[in-house]
């Protein structure tokens, strides 16, 4: 029994051993600028941005890594996403529009790189879509919903208590009325005129014409190359090849792909904050870049 139990302990000890060892590793990871390619061993950071836009942290992670490693000498973005929420579309953004500053940035959209997508791409060196890639989609959407009639067929009223008229515009809980469409609408509007300046701005555009663009309307790759939207039709291996050009590098150059933390505490916190977005978007209106 004895030697069981001092057995159990030698075990106990050695499993302690090797995770105390996986989070030191882990942890030397995460470190800002790391890079397990060497010291001195020039690469190219790949970030990619793929699906819904809800939460940046990941993706700003990700991309501060790029920005502080010293051998990371370019940046490809990798794009296949429909959109998103508009505030993390947009500091997506402008971090990569200044790491374009620091060094140079190639965009690889994929089969999507709409609204939210595309305003990230704006942001890059060069933009690299295949010809059928579905980009542009220039526009806000705010969805929300009523429940209001439900409520009457089962007999339960909402009430509130608003420190204004326009505090519960777009409640689930109250049919909308003309005046808060024309406010919400205006909301929707302002932000959609940013998103136009900011492309007219990014891609060297008359505003006009972005604004004659910015229906909403999704364009293949070529046209919009033709409309000034993209650079170049091409993929990955393109977007590469023009960095190792820009960058004057070996065609060798390795492309190493950077993450955002990844660790066992920061999934169940993006997974708590998730579920606690979800629950919130149920009773609020939310705009997003889709």
């Not at 953004?93 to 939210?116: F, N, T």
């Not at 109250?174 to 609408?185: A, G, H, N, R, T």
Request: with cysteine.
């Amino acid at each position: 029994m004895a030697s069981e139990g001092k057995g159990s302990r030698v075990f106990l000890l050695v499993v302690l051993f090797f995770l105390l060892l996986a989070g030191v590793v882990g942890a030397i990871h995460s470190l800002p600028g790391y890079s397990s390619l060497g010291s001195g061993q020039a690469f190219i950071a790949e970030v990619r941005i793929a699906g819904p836009i809800f939460d940046a942290k990941k993706t700003i992670e990700a991309l501060h890594r790029a920005e502080e490693n010293p051998q990371a000498k370019g940046l490809l973005l990798v794009i296949n996403s429909p959109g998103g929420a508009v505030v993390p579309s947009w500091e997506i953004h402008d971090l990569v529009a200044r790491i374009a500053k620091k060094k140079p940035v190639a965009v690889s959209m994929q089969s999507l790189a709409a609204s939210g997508g595309y305003l990230i791409a704006c942001a890059g060196s060069r933009i690299f879509a295949y010809g059928a890639t579905a980009t542009g989609s220039i526009g806000v959407i705010l969805q929300t919903f009523s429940l209001s009639g439900l409520m009457d067929k089962i007999g339960i009223q909402g009430n509130a208590i608003v420190s204004g008229p326009l505090k519960d515009a777009g409640s689930p809980f109250s049919s909308m009325s003309p005046v808060d469409k024309k406010y919400l609408q205006g909301i929707v509007m302002n932000i959609r005129d940013q998103f136009v300046q900011l492309v007219a701005d990014d891609r060297h555009i008359p505003p006009a014409k972005v604004d004659a663009l910015a229906t909403g309307q999704v364009y293949t790759g070529l046209e919009a190359q033709k409309l000034g939207l993209v650079d170049a039709i091409g993929g990955e291996h393109a977007a590469k090849n023009w960095l190792l050009t820009q960058l004057k590098l070996p065609k060798d150059t390795r492309v190493r792909e950077v993450h955002g933390e990844n660790t066992l505490g920061s999934w169940f916190s993006t997974a708590a904050s998730s579920a606690i977005s979800d629950l919130l978007a149920q009773s609020a209106a939310r705009f997003y870049l889709f």
